[in-house]
């Protein structure tokens, strides 16, 4: 199920309408309903809430607009609702268009002193071994912080609980450093994936030196091919956080800069880490082709081995197998060049002792080669 969802992601831009107005909205089969939640804080505040409506949503942040809002909305298979908050968020169409058709690559948009922001966020899947990743769309605004997501579970939760102990001092600041931090966690969830990736490239090589099969070398490939998603991804996120740094100061204070630097420097990190993946990826292949190939060397080896035992035994049997008679029929004459040893009394069991003695000599002769220690 998970592949299936997986191909479908991947070509879900591929679905679009052709010849459509930009900037129209077009609600996908699968989008969740929407669920409304809400964040209001600062430093002697916090309050949170999941809404029932989007009207009850938009009037709890407009009757507060001394505070900090994280306006959350998760899922938006209501297109009434998309439109309502393009008009009361000042969003444009082709930004919501964007939000819609899920499979943007990230990157950031600057309309006025409001900033669009599109980062994916990762998840393994360990039981298919595939690289899972879901569109996290962010506007920033005067007092509010704006996410949009299709799925209702995110990798976001240890920032909330952040917010809700009032640990650190997410409190204390502007709307643009919860983005800040926002972008910051969904950067740290990339890690724990890059160590299960890290872990499976392990396990594969494990089962390369073990047994190698064509299964196994399927999913090297697999594997590659998750390394390149996950590498298209990280490079955008990288080009993000860089044309993050060079904003005015209007938009994002050189105080908050120090921060986005240090998510930056993560991204760096983070494509490190893929190249690394990608070339032990590579390594891997190498190394079943390798493994396969001397493998294939040890069954030729057995396969000569006993060639070379059943060749002189071949010779011996076919040069006494050689039906000619020892006399001749008409007139009784002895051959005298016959094949004696034919009508000797015990030359079945001196040539049995004979063809076993070669058979024992060769095996020793081998033995002293060195060509039985690998087995």
């Known amino acids: 199920m998970a592949k299936k969802k997986r191909h479908r992601s991947r070509h879900k831009i591929l679905d679009r309408k052709l010849g459509i107005s930009p ?6 089969a699968e989008a969740h309903a929407p669920r ?72 950031v948009d600057e309309l006025d002193d ?49 917010i809700r102990v009032g640990k650190g001092i997410i409190r204390q600041r502007p709307p643009m450093y919860v983005v800040y931090a926002i972008l910051d966690v969904v950067l740290d969830y990339y890690f724990p994936v890059m160590g299960a990736i890290g872990a499976y490239i392990e396990e594969l090589e494990q089962k390369i030196l073990d047994k190698p099969s064509k299964q ?9 091919n998750e390394l ?40 760096i990190q983070l494509i490190d880490l893929i190249d690394s993946h990608k070339e032990m990826s590579t390594s891997l292949v190498e190394l079943y082709m390798s493994t396969v190939s001397n493998r294939m060397n040890e069954i030729m080896k057995v396969l000569t081995i006993i060639s070379s035992i059943f060749i002189p035994l071949s010779f011996i049997a076919g040069v006494y197998g050689m039906n000619f008679s020892r006399e001749d029929p008409e007139t009784g004459e002895v051959f005298r060049l016959s094949m004696p040893e034919l009508y000797l009394p015990y030359s079945y069991p001196i040539l049995m002792v004979l063809m076993t003695t070669l058979v024992l000599v060769q095996l020793y002769l081998f033995y002293k080669k060195g060509w039985f220690n690998s087995f």
């Open 23 to 28: 900037g129209s909205l077009f609600i996908p």
């Open 36 to 107: 409304y939640f809400l964040m209001s804080f600062n430093e002697q505040l916090f309050k949170e809430q999941e809404l029932v409506s989007y009207a009850e949503l938009v009037q709890q942040v407009k009757s507060q607009p001394e505070v900090t809002h994280w306006v959350d909305i998760r899922g938006y298979a209501d297109l009434t609702m998309l439109e309502l908050l393009k008009q009361d968020f000042d969003i444009h169409s082709l930004q919501m268009e964007d939000v819609i058709n899920d499979y943007q690559r990230p990157k």
């Open 114 to 162: 409001r900033l669009f922001i599109i980062t994916r966020m990762l998840r393994w899947r360990e039981e298919h071994h595939t690289l899972e990743d879901v569109q996290l769309s962010v506007f920033s605004g005067p007092n509010y912080v704006l996410t949009l997501q299709s799925d209702y579970e995110d990798c976001l939760e240890p920032l909330r609980e952040r």
């Open 216 to 224: 196994t070398l399927r999913e090297i490939l697999d594997l590659k």
């Open 228 to 267: 390149i998603k996950l590498r298209r991804i990280a490079w955008p996120e990288r080009d993000k956080m860089n044309e993050l740094l060079r904003m005015d100061e209007d938009i994002i204070p050189d105080n908050l800069k120090v921060y986005f630097r240090d998510a930056y420097d993560h991204t």
